[in-house]
C-alpha cells in the first residue's frame, strides 16, 4: 500500500481582540489539531497572523500572549504578514515569540500550490 502524503492545514488569524472568541477558537484549535496530527494524518499545520491577527502583537494580552507561547513550545510554526510587521513596528515580538515573516500574497499562495485547507478566524 502506497502511502500519500498526510494534510495540511493554515489557520490564519485576522481578527483583532474585539472578536476574543474568534482568535482563541482558532489558536486553541491549532494546538488541538497539532497534538493529534499523527492519528489524522496532518502533515504540517501552521498559524498565519493577518491584519487584525498581527495587529495583536502590539499589545498581546494576556491570553494571546500564553496561547502563543504555547504553541511556540511545542513547535508549531507561526507566521506573520512581513507588510504588516513593517508598518506597526513590531520587530521585538517577532523576536519574543520567534515568528517567521512573509509576504501574505506569497504565503497564500503557496497555501495553493502545496494544497493546505485555510482555515479563518
Not at 3 to 27: P, R
Amino acid at each position: 500500500m502506497v502511502h500519500t502524503m498526510g494534510g495540511k492545514i493554515a489557520i490564519v488569524i485576522i481578527s483583532d481582540w474585539d472578536q476574543k472568541l474568534k482568535v482563541t477558537s482558532g489558536l486553541h484549535l491549532a494546538k488541538r489539531i497539532y497534538d493529534v496530527r499523527q492519528e489524522n494524518d496532518i502533515e504540517n499545520i501552521e498559524v498565519f497572523l493577518f491584519a487584525g491577527g498581527a495587529k495583536l502583537l502590539q499589545t498581546p494580552p494576556q491570553e494571546f500572549d500564553q496561547i502563543l507561547s504555547e504553541l511556540r513550545q511545542a513547535g508549531i510554526p507561526i507566521v506573520a504578514c512581513i507588510n504588516e510587521v513593517k508598518i506597526w513596528g513590531l520587530d521585538e515580538m517577532v523576536k519574543k515569540y520567534d515568528l517567521r515573516l512573509e509576504f501574505a500574497r506569497d504565503a497564500f499562495s503557496r497555501y495553493a500550490k502545496e494544497g493546505y485547507v485555510v482555515l479563518t478566524f
